[in-house]
């Protein structure tokens, strides 16, 4: 499957420049983007405001009140809640129900990003506070390949969505005085030749280092810590030094590709896979900072191989998939013959995502819009149709980012080609018992008569042409994607 952008210049130009946007940009340069504003057809007054006694009827009050009265119910009989797959009308829109988000941000950048990763910050695990601050890295897909960049974010003030109808609770009225500030963006940049297929951080806490696959076949590897720092600390220069890829591994020759990961086992340890269905190891020494590529690849694939994953729980084993419609599972001692190979779909399997949590469950999507979880324990050389655990199709076009949520083993994210991110709970059944007696509630089901499964927690839409989504892993129930229109970063209340 190609994940690549059109490459056209025009439609490059419509997707980085959205109209209406309005936002606060604290930045290098004040073009790079911006965030959008939800609430910008909202007008404010310095009218006197009257405010009525608890004990006056509907019959006493006054004129402005009646009038917005009648706006709202006018207003709540032309909203209805949307299901994806449905035609929109003539005139018609889609809306976000602010009530169904804790925090919802949208970000324009100046060039589309195909990847982005979420950096480890210092500001604490668990928070549950407004207004939040995530770092990020990404990289562009600009017109030219001298215009690309490789980008260190801050996102900060991320006020609590407002939700004027919404439920009351105590937290609500503890952020009352947060919700009207704007958000900030402030970034650094790094010049990177060619366009960034793909960008990963090691996931060590301590170390700052990002791998990037360009699309001139070559991976770079950076220092981000300085650019965190000068994020951090107002006024510290960045060395001309830092500017540059600590180290650039030319194993893949010229040929490109788009699967990588860090091991988060064994730290500096990189996969990197090509469109020609080689994987090459990396090794970059933490106590010296030298780097060692293995020219040495590993080799079985038929096709070009999409994605990459370290086993959690074991330092020499990793999972790969590709566009040979099968995932292979490696251990690192043996480069020609992988462990266990199985035909997990009927198409291109573009995306895998290993659990964490439960290190035998992995989790793959497809080109055809299938998703499905497996467990490794149940597969063997001799399966010729292997049995997922779970199987859904939801999505309506190529799956094209999955990733288990890292602390609930339950919950997974998934994002498609079809501008949609669902957020699925796998602890959630179907009760048998509760639909043979009549008190199950009645099943939700689309126009096109596909019924909503019970798992689906969440469809979150608004971009186009997703390519990736990440749980921000310090801030419980955050997600953040990246498409062609720009980022999101949103929370919601079902997760």
Request: proline fraction near 5%; include cysteine.
């Given at each position: 499957?190609?994940?690549?952008?059109?490459?056209?210049?025009?439609?490059?130009?419509?997707?980085?420049?959205?109209?209406?946007?309005?936002?606060?940009?604290?930045?290098?340069?004040?073009?790079?983007?911006?965030?959008?504003?939800?609430?910008?057809?909202?007008?404010?007054?310095?009218?006197?405001?009257?405010?009525?006694?608890?004990?006056?009827?509907?019959?006493?009050?006054?004129?402005?009140?009646?009038?917005?009265?009648?706006?709202?119910?006018?207003?709540?009989?032309?909203?209805?809640?949307?299901?994806?797959?449905?035609?929109?009308?003539?005139?018609?829109?889609?809306?976000?129900?602010?009530?169904?988000?804790?925090?919802?941000?949208?970000?324009?950048?100046?060039?589309?990003?195909?990847?982005?990763?979420?950096?480890?910050?210092?500001?604490?695990?668990?928070?549950?506070?407004?207004?939040?601050?995530?770092?990020?890295?990404?990289?562009?897909?600009?017109?030219?390949?001298?215009?690309?960049?490789?980008?260190?974010?801050?996102?900060?003030?991320?006020?609590?969505?407002?939700?004027?109808?919404?439920?009351?609770?105590?937290?609500?009225?503890?952020?009352?005085?947060?919700?009207?500030?704007?958000?900030?963006?402030?970034?650094?940049?790094?010049?990177?030749?060619?366009?960034?297929?793909?960008?990963?951080?090691?996931?060590?806490?301590?170390?700052?280092?990002?791998?990037?696959?360009?699309?001139?076949?070559?991976?770079?590897?950076?220092?981000?810590?300085?650019?965190?720092?000068?994020?951090?600390?107002?006024?510290?220069?960045?060395?001309?030094?830092?500017?540059?890829?600590?180290?650039?591994?030319?194993?893949?020759?010229?040929?490109?590709?788009?699967?990588?990961?860090?091991?988060?086992?064994?730290?500096?340890?990189?996969?990197?896979?090509?469109?020609?269905?080689?994987?090459?190891?990396?090794?970059?020494?933490?106590?010296?900072?030298?780097?060692?590529?293995?020219?040495?690849?590993?080799?079985?694939?038929?096709?070009?191989?999409?994605?990459?994953?370290?086993?959690?729980?074991?330092?020499?084993?990793?999972?790969?998939?590709?566009?040979?419609?099968?995932?292979?599972?490696?251990?690192?001692?043996?480069?020609?013959?992988?462990?266990?190979?199985?035909?997990?779909?009927?198409?291109?399997?573009?995306?895998?995502?290993?659990?964490?949590?439960?290190?035998?469950?992995?989790?793959?999507?497809?080109?055809?819009?299938?998703?499905?979880?497996w467990d490794l324990r149940q597969l063997s050389q001799s399966a010729a149709n292997p049995t997922p655990i779970a199987t859904f199709k939801w999505h309506q076009a190529p799956i094209t980012s999955?990733?288990?949520?890292?602390?609930?083993?339950?919950?997974?994210?998934?994002?498609?080609?079809?501008?949609?991110?669902?957020?699925?709970?796998?602890?959630?059944?179907?009760?048998?018992?509760?639909?043979?007696?009549?008190?199950?509630?009645?099943?939700?089901?689309?126009?096109?008569?596909?019924?909503?499964?019970?798992?689906?927690?969440?469809?979150?839409?608004?971009?186009?042409?997703?390519?990736?989504?990440?749980?921000?892993?310090?801030?419980?129930?955050?997600?953040?994607?990246?498409?062609?229109?720009?980022?999101?970063?949103?929370?919601?209340?079902?997760?």
């Amino acid at each position: 499957m190609s994940k690549r952008l059109q490459d056209n210049d025009e439609d490059m130009r419509e997707a980085k420049s959205a109209p209406g946007v309005r936002g606060h940009a604290t930045a290098e340069n004040e073009d790079m983007g911006e965030f959008e504003d939800p609430w910008e057809d909202e007008v404010e007054s310095d009218e006197e405001v009257v405010i009525a006694n608890d004990d006056d009827d509907e019959e006493g009050m006054d004129v402005d009140q009646a009038i917005e009265m009648d706006k709202e119910e006018e207003d709540g009989k032309d909203l209805r809640v949307y299901l994806p797959g449905q035609a929109l009308g003539e005139g018609e829109v889609l809306e976000a129900d602010q009530s169904a988000y804790e925090m919802l941000h949208s970000m324009n950048v100046q060039w589309p990003c195909l990847s982005f990763d979420v950096l480890w910050d210092q500001l604490g695990d668990e928070r549950c506070t407004f207004p939040a601050t995530a770092y990020v890295v990404t990289g562009t897909q600009a017109d030219l390949a001298h215009n690309n960049e490789v980008m260190v974010m801050k996102m900060s003030q991320l006020a609590k969505t407002k939700n004027d109808g919404g439920r009351d609770s105590d937290d609500d009225s503890d952020d009352d005085d947060e919700v009207d500030e704007d958000p900030v963006l402030e970034h650094k940049s790094m010049r990177h030749m060619g366009g960034v297929n793909r960008i990963r951080v090691m996931p060590q806490r301590d170390r700052q280092v990002a791998a990037t696959w360009a699309d001139t076949g070559k991976v770079h590897l950076w220092d981000l810590a300085p650019h965190i720092r000068a994020l951090d600390q107002p006024g510290t220069m960045i060395p001309e030094s830092a500017k540059k890829p600590i180290y650039t591994v030319e194993s893949h020759g010229r040929n490109e590709g788009f699967a990588m990961d860090w091991s988060e086992t064994v730290s500096g340890r990189l996969l990197t896979g090509d469109m020609n269905g080689k994987i090459y190891m990396t090794t970059l020494n933490d106590a010296t900072g030298a780097v060692t590529p293995d020219r040495v690849p590993f080799v079985g694939h038929q096709s070009s191989v999409e994605d990459l994953q370290w086993s959690p729980s074991e330092k020499g084993v990793f999972a790969s998939c590709s566009a040979d419609q099968t995932v292979r599972i490696w251990d690192i001692r043996s480069k020609k013959r992988p462990g266990l190979v199985a035909k997990v779909h009927d198409s291109d399997v573009n995306v895998i995502s290993w659990n964490r949590k439960l290190p035998y469950m992995l989790a793959s999507g497809s080109d055809e819009g299938v998703f499905s979880v497996w467990d490794l324990r149940q597969l063997s050389q001799s399966a010729a149709n292997p049995t997922p655990i779970a199987t859904f199709k939801w999505h309506q076009a190529p799956i094209t980012s999955i990733e288990w949520h890292p602390t609930d083993e339950s919950v997974l994210g998934v994002a498609g080609a079809d501008d949609q991110i669902t957020l699925w709970d796998f602890s959630v059944e179907h009760d048998a018992e509760e639909a043979l007696n009549g008190t199950s509630q009645r099943a939700i089901v689309t126009e096109a008569g596909v019924e909503v499964p019970p798992q689906l927690m969440f469809v979150h839409q608004g971009q186009q042409e997703i390519k990736e989504l990440h749980w921000h892993r310090q801030i419980p129930g955050c997600v953040i994607s990246t498409a062609a229109s720009g980022f999101n970063i949103f929370k919601t209340i079902s997760i």
